[in-house]
C-alpha cells in the first residue's frame, strides 16, 4: 500500500475527533480528490461543516453533536457567554440539519452534563464517540450474520446507496459496516454503488471506502439501480438511515425508497443498518419525519458545473420516505426487526 | 422574446434537415449551453453524431437513418462505391444503435428505394420526415385528449423523464408532445423533469425546449421522483420509449422503471407514448429488447468532471424495460394500449 493509501485508511479511523480542545474532521466535501482536515475551533463553523455536508452521516452527526457541545462550552469560557446564550448556540448545532435524529439527542445527551463542568462533557462527549464505534461494529457483525443465514450459498453481491461508511458512521459504518463484515467473513462478491445524486456522496465517499479496503465494487447512476435489481444482479438491497419512525417507516437518503420498490418485486431483502438511535420512538410514522429541502443548485448544477438552463427551478428533498411495509429487516447493534411483517 | 430566444423556437422546427445534398442538425451534446448546428456530410460523420448522441432519441434516429440512406448515396457517387459497399456503409448507419427500432427501421425503409435512383431515395427520406412530424401531433393530441379524460378536474401536473420534445422526435414530440398539447388546451399545471443521469438530457434538453415554450417545470434528480410521485405531487407519469415489445414490455432511458413502479403505487397513470413504428411485433418481449451498455465514464464523470476516484469500474446501460403489467397506457398515433390489463 502506497503512503496515500496508508493515510487514507488511517483517516477511517479518524474521522471525527477531539484534539486540544478543538474537532478534527475530514472535510468530505473535497474527497476523494483531496483528505483535507478541518479543525474547527467555533460553534460556528461547526454549524456551517454540517449545513455543508462537509461532516455528514446520521451517526456522525451524533458525534458532531456531542463534541459541538463540548466546544460551546470552551467559547463560551473563552467568550464569556452567559448560560442562556450558551443553551442557545447548542440549540443551534442541535438544529443544524433537520432529518437526522442523532445530531439532536446526542448534543442534547452532552448538553445535560453541562452543569457537572467542561472536564464532564468533554467525558461525556468521548465516551459517546467511543460507543458508536462500539455499536458500528456490533450491528456490522449482526447484519452479516443475518444475511448469510437469509442468503445461504455463495458470496453476496450487495446493492447499497449514498455513504453509510465510516465517514458516515465511525468504526465500519452501518450498512456499509455489514459489507466490510461480509468482506472480512470471505461472504462477500461484490458492491455495487449508487453514486447518489445530488452530491454524488456514492461516486466520492463510498467508493473511496471501497477502495481503501480493497473492495470489489461497481458504480451505477440511481435511475440503473430497479433495472440491475430487477435483472438478478444483486442479492441483497442495505441502507442506513437519518431516522426510522415507531412505525417502521425509515427516512434515508433520497432514492432509497425506488431501491425498497425494486427489491420488493425482485424478492430480494431490502434491509436497513442503523444504530439503536437512530430509532425515533416519538415520530410515530414516516409522514411525521420532516424531509429537509435543500439549495436547488444542487440539482441544476453537478460538481458546481451548470446542466440546467439559467434560471431553471428545481426541488431538492434530500430524503425520502420508505414505508415500512416494504422493509424487510431493520438491523441495530442489539436486534433484528421485521416491520414488513 | 428576445433574438436567442427565437432562434431557439426556430431551431425546435428544424432539428434535423436535408440541405443541398447534406445533413443539418442540432448538436445536442452542446445544449442548453450553445445552439450549433452540424453539416453532416459522409456516414462517418452521422454515425459518429449517432453514437455520442449528438443526434438521439427513437423517432429522430429514425429520420437520422432515413436521410443517412441519401446521404450514402450522394457519397456511393461521389466516391464511386460499388453496391456491396453502398449495403455495408447502410448497415452501418441502421446499427449504430442497438436498442432504438426506429433507426434500422426507417433505414432499411429507404434503402429498399436505391434501385429507383438518388431523387426518389431523396422524396423516400423527406416524406419520412414529414410523416414523423404528422405522427408526433397525432399522438400527442390523442395524449392529451386521454390524459384529461382520465385525470379530469383541474390542470395537470406530469412527470416526465429524459428528452422526448422535438428534439428527440421532431413535430412536438413523443410524451413532451403530449405535455405541449395539454399545454395548449390550458390542461396543465407544470412538468417535473427527471435530470436523467448520465447525460442529463432531462437538465440539459428538456429544460430547455420547456423554456422556449414557456411551460412551467421544475428539475428534481432521478432518485427524488419515486418520493415526489408517493407524495401525490404529480397525477401522471408520461415518457417515450426506445422499443416497446409485442407483450407490451417498454425498453427507456435508464430510470424509467422506477417511475412505473412508484406510480403503480401512488395509483397514478403510468403513460407510454410512442409513434407506431416503435412498437416491434418481431421482439415477443423486454427479455429479448438488446439493452445498450455505454462508456464507464459516463458514470464515474460528470458533465467530464470525474466525480470517483481514479479507476474507479461503473456499469453503464444505456435503458431499462418496464414489465408491460405495470404500463397503464401506451398512446400512439393511431390507438391506445392498454397492456397492463
Same mark, same amino acid.
Given at each position: 500500500?502506497?503512503?496515500?493509501?496508508?493515510?487514507?485508511?488511517?483517516?477511517?479511523?479518524?474521522?471525527?475527533?477531539?484534539?486540544?480542545?478543538?474537532?478534527?474532521?475530514?472535510?468530505?466535501?473535497?474527497?476523494?480528490?483531496e483528505?483535507?482536515?478541518?479543525?474547527?475551533?467555533?460553534?460556528?463553523?461547526?454549524?456551517?461543516?454540517?449545513?455543508?455536508?462537509?461532516?455528514?452521516?446520521?451517526?456522525?452527526?451524533?458525534?458532531?453533536?456531542?463534541?459541538?457541545?463540548?466546544?460551546?462550552v %470552551?467559547?463560551?469560557?473563552?467568550?464569556?457567554?452567559?448560560?442562556?446564550?450558551?443553551?442557545?448556540?447548542?440549540?443551534? @448545532?442541535?438544529?443544524?440539519?433537520?432529518?437526522?435524529?442523532?445530531?439532536?439527542?446526542?448534543?442534547?445527551?452532552?448538553?445535560?452534563? !453541562?452543569?457537572?463542568?467542561?472536564?464532564?462533557?468533554?467525558?461525556?462527549?468521548?465516551?459517546?464517540?467511543?460507543?458508536?464505534?462500539?455499536?458500528?461494529?456490533?450491528?456490522?457483525?449482526?447484519?452479516?450474520?443475518?444475511?448469510?443465514?437469509e442468503?445461504?450459498?455463495?458470496p453476496?453481491?450487495?446493492?447499497?446507496?449514498?455513504?453509510t461508511?465510516?465517514?458516515?458512521?465511525?468504526?465500519?459504518?452501518?450498512?456499509? %459496516? !455489514?459489507?466490510?463484515?461480509?468482506?472480512?467473513?470471505?461472504?462477500?462478491?461484490?458492491? @455495487?454503488?449508487?453514486?447518489?445524486?445530488?452530491?454524488?456522496?456514492?461516486?466520492?465517499?463510498?467508493?473511496?471506502?471501497?477502495?481503501?479496503?480493497?473492495?470489489?465494487?461497481?458504480?451505477?447512476?440511481?435511475?440503473?439501480?430497479?433495472?440491475?435489481?430487477?435483472?438478478?444482479?444483486?442479492?441483497?438491497?442495505?441502507?442506513?438511515?437519518?431516522?426510522?419512525a415507531?412505525?417502521?417507516?425509515?427516512?434515508?437518503? @433520497?432514492?432509497?425508497?425506488?431501491?425498497?420498490?425494486?427489491?420488493?418485486?425482485?424478492? !430480494?431483502?431490502?434491509?436497513?443498518?442503523?444504530?439503536?438511535?437512530?430509532?425515533?420512538?416519538?415520530?410515530?410514522?414516516?409522514?411525521?419525519?420532516?424531509?429537509?429541502?435543500?439549495?436547488?443548485?444542487?440539482?441544476?448544477?453537478?460538481?458546481?458545473?451548470?446542466?440546467?438552463?439559467?434560471?431553471?427551478?428545481?426541488?431538492?428533498?434530500?430524503?425520502? !420516505?420508505?414505508?415500512?411495509?416494504?422493509?424487510?429487516?431493520?438491523?441495530?447493534?442489539?436486534?433484528?426487526?421485521?416491520?414488513?411483517?
Amino acid at each position: 500500500m502506497g503512503s496515500n493509501a496508508s493515510q487514507a485508511t488511517d483517516a477511517l479511523n479518524e474521522v471525527i475527533a477531539w484534539r486540544d480542545g478543538h474537532i478534527v474532521a475530514i472535510d468530505q466535501t473535497l474527497l476523494p480528490r483531496e483528505l483535507h482536515l478541518l479543525h474547527i475551533t467555533t460553534v460556528d463553523e461547526l454549524v456551517d461543516a454540517i449545513v455543508r455536508l462537509a461532516v455528514r452521516g446520521a451517526p456522525l452527526l451524533g458525534a458532531a453533536g456531542a463534541l459541538g457541545v463540548a466546544l460551546a462550552v %470552551g467559547q463560551a469560557g473563552r467568550e464569556g457567554w452567559d448560560a442562556e446564550r450558551l443553551d442557545s448556540e447548542v440549540k443551534r @448545532i442541535a438544529d443544524a440539519r433537520p432529518t437526522a435524529v442523532n445530531l439532536r439527542r446526542e448534543a442534547d445527551a452532552v448538553a445535560a452534563v !453541562i452543569p457537572d463542568g467542561a472536564p464532564a462533557v468533554e467525558a461525556a462527549a468521548r465516551a459517546i464517540l467511543d460507543t458508536t464505534v462500539d455499536v458500528s461494529i456490533r450491528l456490522s457483525e449482526r447484519g452479516a450474520e443475518y444475511l448469510t443465514s437469509e442468503r445461504g450459498g455463495g458470496p453476496l453481491t450487495v446493492h447499497t446507496h449514498c455513504n453509510t461508511g465510516a465517514l458516515a458512521c465511525l468504526g465500519w459504518g452501518s450498512a456499509l %459496516g !455489514i459489507v466490510r463484515a461480509l468482506h472480512n467473513r470471505g461472504a462477500l462478491a461484490s458492491v @455495487i454503488v449508487d453514486e447518489t445524486r445530488p452530491l454524488l456522496q456514492g461516486s466520492r465517499l463510498t467508493c473511496w471506502e471501497l477502495d481503501q479496503l480493497g473492495i470489489e465494487h461497481q458504480l451505477i447512476c440511481d435511475g440503473a439501480a430497479p433495472f440491475l435489481i430487477s435483472r438478478g444482479m444483486t442479492d441483497a438491497v442495505v441502507v442506513g438511515a437519518d431516522r426510522v419512525a415507531a412505525n417502521g417507516d425509515v427516512a434515508n437518503k @433520497i432514492g432509497t425508497y425506488s431501491l425498497a420498490l425494486a427489491a420488493r418485486r425482485a424478492g !430480494i431483502p431490502f434491509v436497513v443498518a442503523v444504530p439503536e438511535s437512530t430509532i425515533d420512538a416519538a415520530t410515530p410514522g414516516g409522514d411525521q419525519i420532516p424531509v429537509e429541502q435543500r439549495d436547488s443548485a444542487e440539482v441544476t448544477h453537478v460538481l458546481g458545473v451548470p446542466a440546467a438552463p439559467p434560471g431553471t427551478r428545481a426541488l431538492n428533498y434530500a430524503f425520502d !420516505i420508505t414505508p415500512a411495509d416494504l422493509v424487510t429487516a431493520i438491523v441495530t447493534e442489539d436486534r433484528i426487526i421485521h416491520p414488513g411483517t
